[in-house]
């Protein structure tokens, strides 16, 4: 029975002599009020409350006397008491690699039971194909997962639990963390020579990925490549690349583009061969 609501309490009896009849409660006479009221018409004796409150909390007993003895009743008023959301177990503040999910979790006590929601700043956030709302109710538990956590996933959530009571709100933030991989070529290489007409342009390019972003380095046949006005080295985002102009017979050799970082390095080479002109 929730707090504020009307109960009434009934008991039927029988008996013969008209017995008269009388309500206890927790083993004391029940007081009549304006709010509390008992009636009878004889055969049913009813308790009747008005309006609930917190301390009609009790076992009620109707006992029924005549001149051949009593005979009673009881049953238990339970008032459920209003009170605004209280969260038992507040948001924490996640640190997750990007690519992860994140958790966010609370436990919310109130009565009648409370309606939660999440936010993003602002923004309500619904379930979709990244944001998963749970709910354990036995537990009161509840709960925001976000899968595949993006960069722009950074900032402050925020939970809100409500009812007819009142309001009550938690916030945490998320932090995003890069994740850091060793550099790599993420497309695969012939293992045949790069055979070419002398005087042709060749161009060498390879795609390099990693974080931290990795220092790139051309040799030929192991010894650094500096540019010069038949040599361009360039570097694009994550494309790379060396362009030969009008290549000649001692450009022929092992071109090897070096990707290094704190993670690690990794190697690409090309066998460049110039064929003459006959």
């Not at 959301?85 to 979790?105: I, R």
């Not at 039971?113 to 944001?131: C, H």
């Not at 997962?145 to 900032?155: L, Q, S, T």
């Not at 990707?259 to 090309?270: E, N, P, Q, Y």
């Given at each position: 029975?929730?707090?504020?609501?009307?109960?009434?309490?009934?008991?039927?009896?029988?008996?013969?002599?008209?017995?008269?009849?009388?309500?206890?409660?927790?083993?004391?006479?029940?007081?009549?009020?304006?709010?509390?009221?008992?009636?009878?018409?004889?055969?049913?004796?009813?308790?009747?409350?008005?309006?609930?409150l917190?301390?009609?909390?009790?076992?009620?007993?109707?006992?029924?006397?005549?001149?051949?003895?009593?005979?009673?009743?009881?049953?238990?008023?339970?008032?459920?008491?209003?009170?605004?959301?209280?969260?038992?177990?507040?948001?924490?503040?996640?640190?997750?690699?990007?690519?992860?999910?994140?958790?966010?979790?609370?436990?919310?006590?109130?009565?009648?039971?409370?309606?939660?929601?999440?936010?993003?700043?602002?923004?309500?956030?619904?379930?979709?194909?990244?944001?998963?709302?749970k709910?354990?109710?036995?537990?009161?538990?509840?709960?925001?997962?976000?899968?595949?956590?993006?960069?722009?996933?950074?900032?402050?959530?925020?939970?809100?639990?409500?009812?007819?009571?009142?309001?009550?709100?938690?916030?945490?933030?998320?932090?995003?963390?890069?994740?850091?991989?060793?550099?790599?070529?993420?497309?695969?290489?012939?293992?045949?020579?790069?055979?070419?007409?002398?005087?042709?342009?060749?161009?060498?390019?390879?795609?390099?990925?990693?974080?931290?972003?990795?220092?790139?380095?051309?040799?030929?046949?192991?010894?650094?490549?500096?540019?010069?006005?038949?040599?361009?080295?360039?570097?694009?985002?994550?494309?790379?690349?060396?362009?030969?102009?009008?290549?000649?017979?001692?450009?022929?050799?092992?071109?090897?583009?070096e990707?290094?970082?704190?993670?690690?390095?990794?190697?690409?080479?090309?066998?460049?061969?110039?064929?003459?002109?006959?």
């Open positions: 029975m929730k707090e504020g609501s009307a109960a009434k309490l009934q008991c039927t009896v029988v008996a013969e002599p008209q017995p008269t009849l009388e309500w206890f409660k927790d083993g004391a006479r029940v007081k009549e009020s304006r709010r509390v009221k008992a009636e009878s018409d004889g055969k049913t004796a009813f308790l009747s409350f008005r309006e609930t917190p301390g009609d909390n009790a076992e009620y007993k109707c006992v029924a006397t005549n001149d051949l003895g009593s005979a009673s009743c009881s049953a238990r008023l339970t008032v459920k008491v209003l009170s605004k959301p209280d969260f038992k177990d507040k948001m924490k503040g996640v640190d997750v690699v990007e690519g992860d999910s994140a958790t966010f979790e609370v436990q919310v006590v109130g009565y009648p039971e409370p309606s939660v929601e999440w936010f993003r700043g602002t923004t309500q956030l619904k379930n979709d194909e990244r944001f998963e709302i709910e354990s109710k036995e537990e009161n538990r509840f709960s925001l997962v976000i899968g595949a956590v993006k960069r722009d996933d950074v900032g402050m959530y925020k939970c809100v639990a409500s009812n007819e009571v009142g309001k009550s709100t938690c916030r945490a933030d998320l932090n995003v963390k890069e994740r850091l991989f060793a550099p790599e070529f993420p497309e695969e290489q012939s293992d045949a020579p790069v055979t070419v007409t002398e005087g042709d342009d060749v161009n060498l390019d390879v795609t390099v990925n990693g974080k931290p972003k990795p220092n790139v380095t051309w040799y030929k046949d192991d010894r650094i490549l500096r540019e010069s006005n038949r040599l361009d080295i360039k570097a694009r985002g994550d494309k790379h690349s060396v362009v030969i102009l009008g290549i000649k017979p001692e450009d022929s050799g092992v071109y090897k583009c990707a290094k970082s704190k993670l690690g390095t990794v190697t690409r080479t090309f066998d460049v061969r110039v064929a003459g002109i006959y």
